[in-house]
């Protein structure tokens, strides 16, 4: 009896120990994603998505302190979805901005090959 209750201790914090690092990780993850968008231009381009993220990061952060790693690898995961969220608009915005310069610079250009041929 004794050796399956020292089993059942030993094994609890086996799952302890894996649930820790599995949050890690994650939080690892979502900190990179949350500095990419960053990177990307979020603060300008997608400032809502960019603030969840955030938040869900610290809630992440507070969860895996207070043990409760289910919780920190949800919001971890959260996290990492709004991140990569406000990595895609901010992407996507300045694409859209480099499309319209690019198109108001062949406009120009139009104009200016017109007007040398009148």
């Given at each position: 009896?004794?050796?399956?209750?020292?089993?059942?201790?030993?094994f609890a914090a086996g799952c302890a120990t894996t649930e820790k690092r599995d949050t890690a990780a994650q939080l690892a993850v979502a900190k990179t994603a949350v500095a990419d968008a960053?990177?990307?231009g979020a603060p300008e381009f997608a400032p809502v998505e960019l603030k969840t993220a955030q938040e869900n990061?610290?809630?992440a952060e507070k969860a895996a302190m207070?043990?409760?790693y289910k919780r920190a690898i949800r919001l971890g995961e959260n996290a990492?979805?709004?991140?990569?969220?406000?990595?895609?608009?901010a992407r996507a915005a300045k694409a859209q901005r480099a499309a319209d310069a690019?198109?108001?610079s062949d406009q120009t250009l139009q104009n200016e090959m017109n007007?040398?041929?009148k």
């Open positions: 009896m004794m050796s399956v209750m020292v089993l059942a201790v030993v960053v990177s990307a990061l610290e809630d207070d043990d409760d990492q979805t709004n991140a990569q969220l406000a990595s895609a608009k690019l198109k108001e007007r040398k041929l």
